[in-house]
């Protein structure tokens, strides 16, 4: 996948990949007000759009009218905006299209967690992420392994196990603005 060297690295929207519950957006809020810049959650935009919650959309509309929802807005997005803090919801990536205007007008940030880690957050988890419902462990864990190899293609993985939001964001801003310095030389 080519980097688009046309938008400078620093005024790349920043997109946050990983499974559902890894923290994106807690993290991506945190990032983005130590970044100055605007944070946008995917799931949220849509939410506001439609005037009704994820799961309301899946039951009354279908997964496939969000999925359509959900790429219109992140290609739009990557095309067309710049220096914002975005986070996806777990299943976008799984979109090529969106994959591919990510990676090329973007930097993708994979946010990691361990599956031991993941259950954890579980009971939190479970109500609101329509996609869980009705599947046995099992099955999340297999569908968790699934979406971290759809995660494979990113610009840097960061590893968010036994960390704290704060410490995860920190770690990205220095990461990001390292980066930054030695690029723009």
């Known amino acids: 996948m080519k ?3 046309e ?3 620093r005024q790349r929207n920043i997109v946050l990949i990983g499974f559902m519950g890894v923290g994106k ?5 945190l990032v983005a007000k130590k970044l100055y810049r605007d944070f946008i959650d995917v799931d949220q935009e849509i939410e506001k759009k439609y005037n009704m919650t994820i799961p309301e959309m899946f039951q009354q509309k279908g997964e496939a009218f969000f999925r359509q929802a959900e790429k219109d807005y992140i290609v739009d997005l990557c095309e067309h905006t710049q220096l914002k ?3 996806l919801g777990g299943g976008a990536f799984k979109q090529e299209e969106i994959k591919r205007a990510c990676l090329k007008h973007c930097t993708v940030l994979f946010l990691d967690l361990s599956w031991e880690n993941w259950k954890q957050r579980l009971d939190i988890l479970i109500e609101n992420r329509p996609v869980l419902h009705n599947r046995t462990l099992d099955e999340m864990k297999e569908l968790f392994e699934e979406r ?3 995660y494979s293609l990113h610009n840097s993985r960061v590893e968010t196990d036994h960390l704290e939001a704060e410490e995860v964001a920190n770690y990205i801003v220095d990461t990001l603005k390292l980066g930054w310095d030695l690029y723009s030389k």
Request: net charge positive; proline share 6%.
């Open 85 to 87: 803090i975005v986070s």
């Open 25 to 29: 957006t807690t993290i991506g809020q």
């Open 7 to 9: 938008i400078p690295v």
């Open 3 to 5: 980097i688009n060297r």
């Open 148 to 150: 971290r190899e759809i």
